[in-house]
Nanobody
């Protein structure tokens, strides 16, 4: 009943930019927070950035100053603007949302992932 769908991944050169989008749909009362994770080949999934319902943002040290997370509450969509991309940013990027389907509870949902590849 809740689905997150990422888009915007692709292949870019070192130093290039991409903007990822993640739209939440379905039965949603409210969204407490949304964020981005990534998983590179052979590595554990790591947290990248998060944003709360009131707009507070946090970033992993590895992306601070290069990535910006934002959201459009009216569209239930979160974005990740990625600038100055490096080969080490290559990963599958996953959107997640802490979502209330009813006022009394909330649950984390995950998107299917979108591939970002940064060439040397």
């Amino acid at each position: 009943q809740v689905q997150l769908v990422e888009s915007g991944g692709g292949l870019v050169q070192t130093g290039g930019s991409l903007r990822l989008s993640c739209a939440a749909s379905g039965t949603i009362f409210s969204i407490s927070a949304m964020g981005w994770y990534r998983q590179a080949p052979g590595k554990q999934r790591e947290w990248v950035a998060g944003i709360t319902s009131v707009g507070s943002t946090n970033y992993a040290d590895s992306v601070k100053g290069r990535f910006t997370i934002s959201r459009d509450n009216a569209k239930n969509t979160v974005y990740l603007q990625m600038n100055s991309l490096k080969p080490e940013d290559t990963a599958v990027y996953y959107c997640n949302g802490l979502i209330r389907r009813t006022p009394g509870t909330q649950q984390t949902y995950w998107g299917q992932g979108t591939q970002v590849t940064v060439s040397s």
